[in-house]
Protein backbone atom coordinates (compact mmCIF):
# COMPACT_ATOMS: atom_id res chain seq x y z
CA UNK A 1 0.00 0.00 0.00
CA UNK A 2 2.45 2.76 1.20
CA UNK A 3 3.99 1.64 -2.29
CA UNK A 4 1.47 3.46 -4.00
CA UNK A 5 2.83 6.85 -5.82
CA UNK A 6 -0.58 8.70 -4.80
CA UNK A 7 -0.30 7.71 -1.37
CA UNK A 8 3.40 8.03 -1.40
CA UNK A 9 2.85 12.13 -2.62
CA UNK A 10 0.28 12.46 0.30
CA UNK A 11 2.89 11.71 3.01
CA UNK A 12 5.80 13.45 1.51
CA UNK A 13 3.69 16.70 0.37
CA UNK A 14 2.41 16.53 3.75
CA UNK A 15 5.37 16.21 6.10
CA UNK A 16 7.50 19.18 3.68
CA UNK A 17 4.57 21.70 4.19
CA UNK A 18 4.56 20.96 8.28
CA UNK A 19 8.13 21.15 7.92
CA UNK A 20 8.52 24.53 5.97
CA UNK A 21 5.88 25.96 8.44
CA UNK A 22 8.64 26.12 11.05
CA UNK A 23 11.77 27.73 11.58
CA UNK A 24 14.44 27.02 14.15
CA UNK A 25 13.77 29.59 16.29
CA UNK A 26 10.12 28.38 17.00
CA UNK A 27 11.47 24.76 17.89
CA UNK A 28 14.66 26.16 19.87
CA UNK A 29 17.80 25.30 17.58
CA UNK A 30 20.31 27.14 16.61
CA UNK A 31 20.44 29.56 13.47
CA UNK A 32 23.73 30.21 11.25
CA UNK A 33 24.33 30.55 7.64
CA UNK A 34 22.19 31.01 4.80
CA UNK A 35 19.12 28.54 4.15
CA UNK A 36 18.49 27.57 1.17
CA UNK A 37 15.00 26.42 1.54
CA UNK A 38 11.63 27.84 4.01
CA UNK A 39 11.22 26.24 7.29
CA UNK A 40 13.47 23.32 9.35
CA UNK A 41 15.70 21.25 7.37
CA UNK A 42 15.12 17.05 7.43
CA UNK A 43 18.33 16.97 9.61
CA UNK A 44 16.71 19.24 12.20
CA UNK A 45 13.65 17.62 12.36
CA UNK A 46 15.43 14.62 12.45
CA UNK A 47 16.99 15.13 15.33
CA UNK A 48 14.23 17.24 17.47
CA UNK A 49 12.20 13.27 16.65
CA UNK A 50 15.47 11.56 18.14
CA UNK A 51 15.91 9.29 14.64
CA UNK A 52 18.67 9.22 12.24
CA UNK A 53 18.38 11.62 9.54
CA UNK A 54 18.46 8.64 6.91
CA UNK A 55 15.44 7.02 8.81
CA UNK A 56 13.23 10.47 8.64
CA UNK A 57 14.18 11.42 5.06
CA UNK A 58 12.93 7.60 4.18
CA UNK A 59 9.60 8.68 6.22
CA UNK A 60 9.31 11.88 4.23
CA UNK A 61 10.35 10.36 0.86
CA UNK A 62 6.41 8.26 1.86
CA UNK A 63 7.84 4.88 3.57
CA UNK A 64 5.86 4.62 6.45
CA UNK A 65 4.61 1.02 6.84
CA UNK A 66 5.94 -0.63 9.29
CA UNK A 67 6.34 2.87 11.39
CA UNK A 68 5.95 2.67 15.31
CA UNK A 69 3.03 4.68 16.85
CA UNK A 70 5.72 6.17 19.39
CA UNK A 71 7.78 7.66 16.70
CA UNK A 72 5.18 8.44 14.46
CA UNK A 73 4.21 10.88 17.84
CA UNK A 74 7.83 11.90 18.15
CA UNK A 75 7.69 12.87 14.88
CA UNK A 76 4.15 14.42 15.21
CA UNK A 77 5.73 16.47 18.41
CA UNK A 78 8.61 17.49 16.04
CA UNK A 79 6.55 19.14 13.84
CA UNK A 80 4.22 21.00 16.16
CA UNK A 81 1.28 19.02 14.49
CA UNK A 82 -1.63 20.30 15.83
CA UNK A 83 -4.80 17.26 17.56
CA UNK A 84 -6.26 17.14 13.24
CA UNK A 85 -2.52 16.99 11.62
CA UNK A 86 -1.54 14.43 14.30
CA UNK A 87 -4.63 12.09 13.41
CA UNK A 88 -4.20 13.05 9.89
CA UNK A 89 -0.78 11.38 9.99
CA UNK A 90 -1.64 8.47 11.76
CA UNK A 91 -4.55 7.78 9.08
CA UNK A 92 -1.87 7.77 6.53
CA UNK A 93 0.17 5.53 8.63
CA UNK A 94 -2.65 3.32 8.93
CA UNK A 95 -3.85 3.32 5.25
CA UNK A 96 -0.30 2.14 4.52
CA UNK A 97 -0.72 -1.27 6.19
CA UNK A 98 -2.68 -3.72 4.39
CA UNK A 99 -2.93 -6.25 7.68
CA UNK A 100 -4.27 -3.81 9.88
CA UNK A 101 -6.65 -2.48 7.62
CA UNK A 102 -10.06 -1.40 9.31
CA UNK A 103 -13.27 -1.52 6.91
CA UNK A 104 -14.16 1.93 5.52
CA UNK A 105 -15.96 4.34 8.51
CA UNK A 106 -17.56 6.22 5.20
CA UNK A 107 -19.37 4.10 3.52
CA UNK A 108 -22.69 6.06 2.23
CA UNK A 109 -26.09 4.44 3.52
CA UNK A 110 -29.53 6.23 3.88
CA UNK A 111 -29.75 7.97 6.92
CA UNK A 112 -32.13 6.48 9.29
CA UNK A 113 -35.87 8.37 10.03
CA UNK A 114 -34.63 8.68 13.40
CA UNK A 115 -32.12 10.74 12.22
CA UNK A 116 -34.45 13.27 10.41
CA UNK A 117 -36.97 13.04 13.23
CA UNK A 118 -33.73 14.60 15.37
CA UNK A 119 -33.14 17.03 12.36
CA UNK A 120 -37.13 18.43 12.16
CA UNK A 121 -37.35 18.61 16.14
CA UNK A 122 -34.62 21.46 15.54
CA UNK A 123 -36.80 24.29 14.68
CA UNK A 124 -34.57 27.36 15.51
CA UNK A 125 -31.50 25.90 14.22
CA UNK A 126 -30.39 25.09 10.70
CA UNK A 127 -29.04 21.68 11.12
CA UNK A 128 -27.96 19.40 8.07
CA UNK A 129 -25.71 15.59 8.10
CA UNK A 130 -23.07 15.63 5.40
CA UNK A 131 -20.78 13.10 4.08
CA UNK A 132 -17.50 12.97 4.35
CA UNK A 133 -17.49 14.37 0.12
CA UNK A 134 -19.78 17.31 1.72
CA UNK A 135 -22.82 15.57 -0.31
CA UNK A 136 -25.52 17.09 2.31
CA UNK A 137 -27.44 13.68 2.43
CA UNK A 138 -30.23 15.13 5.15
CA UNK A 139 -31.61 18.28 6.62
CA UNK A 140 -34.35 20.52 8.14
CA UNK A 141 -36.22 22.78 7.04
CA UNK A 142 -34.24 25.99 8.07
CA UNK A 143 -31.40 23.95 6.43
CA UNK A 144 -33.18 24.07 3.48
CA UNK A 145 -34.18 27.49 3.54
CA UNK A 146 -30.69 28.96 5.01
CA UNK A 147 -28.44 26.99 2.33
CA UNK A 148 -31.15 27.82 -0.44
CA UNK A 149 -28.00 28.76 -2.86
CA UNK A 150 -25.77 25.92 -2.02
CA UNK A 151 -29.01 23.38 -3.04
CA UNK A 152 -30.39 25.17 -5.77
CA UNK A 153 -26.99 25.98 -7.38
CA UNK A 154 -26.63 24.52 -11.04
CA UNK A 155 -23.00 23.12 -9.72
CA UNK A 156 -24.66 20.65 -7.29
CA UNK A 157 -28.31 20.30 -8.83
CA UNK A 158 -26.29 18.35 -11.96
CA UNK A 159 -24.88 15.55 -9.72
CA UNK A 160 -28.23 14.80 -7.55
CA UNK A 161 -27.36 16.36 -4.31
CA UNK A 162 -26.14 19.17 -3.22
CA UNK A 163 -22.41 19.25 -2.36
CA UNK A 164 -20.59 22.20 -0.17
CA UNK A 165 -17.01 22.01 -1.97
CA UNK A 166 -18.28 21.83 -5.59
CA UNK A 167 -20.95 24.91 -4.78
CA UNK A 168 -17.76 26.79 -2.59
CA UNK A 169 -15.35 26.31 -5.33
CA UNK A 170 -17.78 26.04 -8.42
CA UNK A 171 -20.16 28.57 -8.39
CA UNK A 172 -19.34 32.64 -8.74
CA UNK A 173 -22.39 33.01 -6.45
CA UNK A 174 -20.57 31.77 -3.39
CA UNK A 175 -17.92 33.94 -3.04
CA UNK A 176 -21.61 36.66 -1.92
CA UNK A 177 -23.27 34.12 -0.12
CA UNK A 178 -19.92 33.22 2.09
CA UNK A 179 -18.76 36.64 2.97
CA UNK A 180 -15.73 35.57 4.16
CA UNK A 181 -15.07 33.41 0.86
CA UNK A 182 -11.00 32.97 1.50
CA UNK A 183 -11.70 31.07 4.51
CA UNK A 184 -14.89 29.15 3.05
CA UNK A 185 -12.36 27.57 0.73
CA UNK A 186 -9.83 26.91 3.10
CA UNK A 187 -11.89 25.08 5.25
CA UNK A 188 -13.72 23.30 2.48
CA UNK A 189 -10.23 21.85 0.90
CA UNK A 190 -8.84 20.75 4.49
CA UNK A 191 -12.00 19.05 5.42
CA UNK A 192 -11.23 17.04 1.70
CA UNK A 193 -7.77 16.58 2.92
CA UNK A 194 -8.72 14.81 6.10
CA UNK A 195 -10.85 12.62 4.30
CA UNK A 196 -8.76 11.53 1.71
CA UNK A 197 -6.49 10.54 4.46
CA UNK A 198 -9.33 8.09 6.19
CA UNK A 199 -10.85 6.66 2.72
CA UNK A 200 -7.28 6.21 0.47
CA UNK A 201 -9.94 4.30 -1.57
CA UNK A 202 -12.60 6.19 -2.14
CA UNK A 203 -13.08 6.25 -5.68
CA UNK A 204 -15.93 9.04 -5.59
CA UNK A 205 -13.79 11.44 -3.24
CA UNK A 206 -11.15 11.06 -6.12
CA UNK A 207 -13.11 12.09 -8.75
CA UNK A 208 -13.99 14.99 -6.51
CA UNK A 209 -11.08 15.90 -5.89
CA UNK A 210 -10.14 15.67 -9.59
CA UNK A 211 -12.92 17.29 -10.89
CA UNK A 212 -12.84 20.20 -8.13
CA UNK A 213 -8.66 20.38 -9.17
CA UNK A 214 -8.97 20.60 -12.92
CA UNK A 215 -11.64 23.81 -12.86
CA UNK A 216 -11.12 25.53 -9.91
CA UNK A 217 -7.64 27.44 -9.73
CA UNK A 218 -9.18 28.42 -6.03
CA UNK A 219 -9.06 24.45 -4.87
CA UNK A 220 -5.69 23.82 -6.43
CA UNK A 221 -4.25 26.54 -4.51
CA UNK A 222 -5.85 25.28 -1.28
CA UNK A 223 -5.12 22.37 -1.87
CA UNK A 224 -1.23 22.22 -2.27
CA UNK A 225 -1.25 23.49 1.14
CA UNK A 226 -1.95 20.30 2.78
CA UNK A 227 -3.74 21.65 5.59
CA UNK A 228 -6.76 19.57 7.69
CA UNK A 229 -9.13 20.00 9.21
CA UNK A 230 -11.08 17.58 10.98
CA UNK A 231 -13.37 18.97 14.26
CA UNK A 232 -15.04 21.92 12.57
CA UNK A 233 -16.41 24.83 14.48
CA UNK A 234 -16.59 28.80 14.92
CA UNK A 235 -18.88 31.41 13.56
CA UNK A 236 -19.42 32.40 9.81
CA UNK A 237 -20.95 35.16 8.00
CA UNK A 238 -23.27 34.76 5.03
CA UNK A 239 -25.21 36.70 3.38
CA UNK A 240 -28.51 35.54 2.47
CA UNK A 241 -30.53 36.46 -1.00
CA UNK A 242 -33.72 37.13 1.54
CA UNK A 243 -33.00 38.14 4.51
CA UNK A 244 -29.44 39.49 4.30
CA UNK A 245 -26.56 39.60 6.51
CA UNK A 246 -26.44 37.01 9.15
CA UNK A 247 -23.90 35.74 11.64
CA UNK A 248 -23.55 32.61 12.60
CA UNK A 249 -22.26 29.74 14.80
CA UNK A 250 -21.94 26.63 13.87
CA UNK A 251 -21.13 23.42 15.67
CA UNK A 252 -19.84 20.13 13.63
CA UNK A 253 -20.11 16.38 15.23
CA UNK A 254 -20.02 13.13 14.10
CA UNK A 255 -22.81 11.20 13.83
CA UNK A 256 -22.64 7.39 13.74
CA UNK A 257 -25.13 6.09 11.58
CA UNK A 258 -24.48 2.49 11.41
CA UNK A 259 -22.11 0.26 12.47
CA UNK A 260 -19.70 1.19 9.51
CA UNK A 261 -20.80 4.66 8.79
CA UNK A 262 -19.71 7.80 10.26
CA UNK A 263 -21.47 11.60 8.67
CA UNK A 264 -20.97 14.58 10.54
CA UNK A 265 -24.03 16.70 12.25
CA UNK A 266 -23.38 20.39 11.43
CA UNK A 267 -26.08 22.49 13.42
CA UNK A 268 -26.10 26.64 12.69
CA UNK A 269 -27.35 28.86 15.16
CA UNK A 270 -27.48 32.46 16.19
CA UNK A 271 -26.51 34.54 19.34
CA UNK A 272 -29.89 35.09 21.44
CA UNK A 273 -31.19 38.60 21.36
CA UNK A 274 -28.95 39.38 17.95
CA UNK A 275 -30.04 40.53 14.66
CA UNK A 276 -29.08 37.66 13.25
CA UNK A 277 -31.31 35.49 15.17
CA UNK A 278 -34.54 37.73 14.14
CA UNK A 279 -33.24 37.35 10.43
CA UNK A 280 -33.18 33.87 11.39
CA UNK A 281 -36.33 33.39 12.33
CA UNK A 282 -37.84 34.96 9.99
CA UNK A 283 -36.01 32.75 7.39
CA UNK A 284 -37.66 30.16 9.39
CA UNK A 285 -41.19 31.17 9.14
CA UNK A 286 -40.95 31.92 5.29
CA UNK A 287 -39.05 27.68 5.74
CA UNK A 288 -42.39 26.57 7.94
CA UNK A 289 -44.91 27.72 4.55
CA UNK A 290 -42.02 25.74 1.91
CA UNK A 291 -43.24 21.95 1.18
CA UNK A 292 -41.16 19.43 3.04
CA UNK A 293 -37.97 18.49 1.42
CA UNK A 294 -37.59 14.79 1.32
CA UNK A 295 -34.29 12.86 2.64
CA UNK A 296 -31.46 12.66 -0.15
CA UNK A 297 -30.29 9.53 -1.09
CA UNK A 298 -27.35 8.18 -0.59
CA UNK A 299 -24.89 7.60 -3.48
Known amino acids: MDDRPDHRAQIRDFLATRRAKLTPEQVGLPTSGRRRVPGLRREEVAVLAGVSTEWYTRLEKGHISGVSEEVLDAVAQALRLDQDERTYLFDLAHAARPAGRAPSRRKDVQVPPQVQWLL????????????GRQDMVAHNALARALLAPVF???ATAQHGRANLARYVFLDPGSQQFFVDWDAATAVSAALLRAEAGRELHDRALRDLVGELSTLSTAFRSQWAAHDVRIRHAGSKRLWHPQVGDLELTYQSLDLPVSSRTVYGLTIYTAEPGSTSEERLKLLASLAATQPAHPTSQPG
Open 152 to 154: DSP
Open 120 to 131: DSMTMSAAFVRN
